[in-house]
């Protein structure tokens, strides 16, 4: 198995997250984004999520994608769509179920959690080096 390290980035001072530069396409790769995007490695989510924006500029269609409810860590909830899409991350490329939301922040589009991308990678956090 490969291994990458990857430092975390500092939005602001004080601050530091796991965020890696990733891509994304549709499911066939008929559309995929030209340019890498950042995502939030978070180990606190149970799925991936994608914002609607970028499922918007891909061309993926909505209306016939599964909705489910999901609660925040405040106890927010939101609902999101399932679509499969191909995610291109640490040198590979593999079909991943997102759940496409409106209510992720502009600076996080893109989220990785549990199913869909802790399951395909060995995950480790080293805050004190401020790498995974």
Request: charged share 25%; aromatic share 14%.
């Amino acid at each position: 198995m490969s291994s990458f390290t990857y430092p975390y980035f500092q939005p602001q001072r004080g601050v530091y997250l796991p965020w890696i530069m990733v891509r994304l396409g549709t499911r066939g790769a008929e559309r995929q984004l030209s340019k890498p995007v950042v995502a939030l490695v978070d180990s606190g989510a149970e799925v991936c999520f994608c914002s609607r924006e970028i499922a918007d500029y891909l061309g993926i269609e909505l209306s016939k994608a599964q909705a489910q409810v999901f609660t925040t860590a405040n106890d927010g909830r939101f609902t999101a769509y399932r679509v499969e899409m191909k995610l291109y991350v640490c040198r590979r490329a593999y079909r991943c179920q997102f759940y496409i939301s409106e209510h992720l922040p502009k600076q996080l589009p893109i989220i990785l959690g549990q199913r869909g991308f802790f399951d395909h990678h060995k995950v480790e956090f080293n805050f004190r080096k401020k790498e995974m």
